[in-house]
C-alpha cells in the first residue's frame, strides 16, 4: 500500500470515527435495549480505534519523512542520474496518456 493511499485510509477512518460518535450522540435520547447495546459497542470501538489511528498516523508521517530525506540525499548525490530518470518517466507518462 502506498504511502498516499494509507494516509487517505487514516483520514478516511478518523471520519467514520467522528460519524459514528456524532451518532451515538444524536440517539443519545432514544431508548431500548438494542440501541444501548449498540451505542455502547460504537462507543468502545471508537474509543479502541482512536489511539491506534494516532499511532499509524505518527508511523506514516514519520515514514514520509525518512522517503523525503533518502530522495533528497539521492538527487544531491546524483543529480544527473535524477534527471534521466525523472525524464523517462515523463517520457513513458506522455506515450501512455498520448494513446488515449
Given at each position: 500500500m502506498?504511502?498516499?493511499a494509507?494516509?487517505?485510509l487514516v483520514t478516511?477512518?478518523?471520519v467514520l470515527?467522528?460519524?459514528?460518535?456524532?451518532?451515538?450522540?444524536?440517539?443519545?435520547?432514544?431508548?431500548?435495549?438494542?440501541?444501548?447495546e449498540a451505542r455502547s459497542r460504537i462507543q468502545q470501538a471508537a474509543a479502541d480505534i482512536?489511539?491506534?489511528l494516532a499511532r499509524?498516523?505518527?508511523?506514516?508521517?514519520?515514514?514520509?519523512?525518512s522517503a523525503v530525506v533518502c530522495a533528497d540525499y539521492y538527487v544531491r548525490a546524483s543529480p544527473w542520474t535524477a534527471v534521466g530518470?525523472?525524464?523517462f518517466?515523463?517520457?513513458?507518462?506522455?506515450i501512455f496518456l498520448g494513446r488515449r
Open positions: 502506498t504511502t498516499e494509507t494516509q487517505k478516511d477512518l478518523k470515527v467522528d460519524d459514528a460518535e456524532d451518532l451515538v450522540k444524536a440517539t443519545a435520547a432514544q431508548t431500548g435495549d438494542k440501541i444501548i482512536k489511539p491506534r499509524a498516523e505518527a508511523l506514516l508521517q514519520e515514514k514520509a519523512g530518470a525523472a525524464t518517466a515523463g517520457v513513458l507518462l506522455g
